[in-house]
């Protein structure tokens, strides 16, 4: 069993930047890949970014350059830094694991969290 809790999300004005964090608990032992989707009024939940427990990540080209995924394995977190930030960006953001990452594809895992809010006015 893992748990998954996210924060961090708020309202900002576009431009502006937020931190989401990501807090794993349980059987963490096996998490190494963790991903970010996001889910827009209406639309479909979409992958954000996912990273590995080495370094290793890959974005959504939505947010290439403006969105870093990073973690603390210490802490067992993974954080989404997102600067630049869009009215499209607006969504509740969730946090998934353990994921797996195959070439340029990410493969959701079984977890979820319960969601963060993002707004980002114009």
């Known amino acids: 069993q893992v748990q998954l809790v996210e924060s961090g999300g708020g309202l900002v004005q576009a431009g502006g930047s937020l931190k989401l964090s990501c807090a794993a608990s349980?059987?963490?032992?096996?998490?190494?890949?963790m991903g970010w989707y996001r889910q827009a009024p209406g639309k479909q939940r979409e992958l954000v970014a996912a990273?590995?427990?080495?370094?290793?990540?890959l974005y959504a080209d939505s947010v290439k350059g403006r969105f870093t995924i990073s973690r603390d394995n210490a802490k067992n977190t993974v954080y989404l830094q997102m600067n630049s930030l869009k009215p499209e960006d607006t969504a509740v953001y969730y946090c998934?694991?353990?994921?797996?990452?195959?070439?340029?594809?990410?493969?959701?895992?079984?977890?979820w969290g319960q969601g963060t809010q993002v707004t980002v006015s114009s």
């Open positions: 349980g059987s963490i032992f096996s998490i190494i890949v």
């Open positions: 990273g590995t427990g080495d370094g290793g990540s």
């Open positions: 998934n694991a353990p994921g797996g990452i195959l070439g340029r594809n990410y493969y959701p895992g079984t977890y």
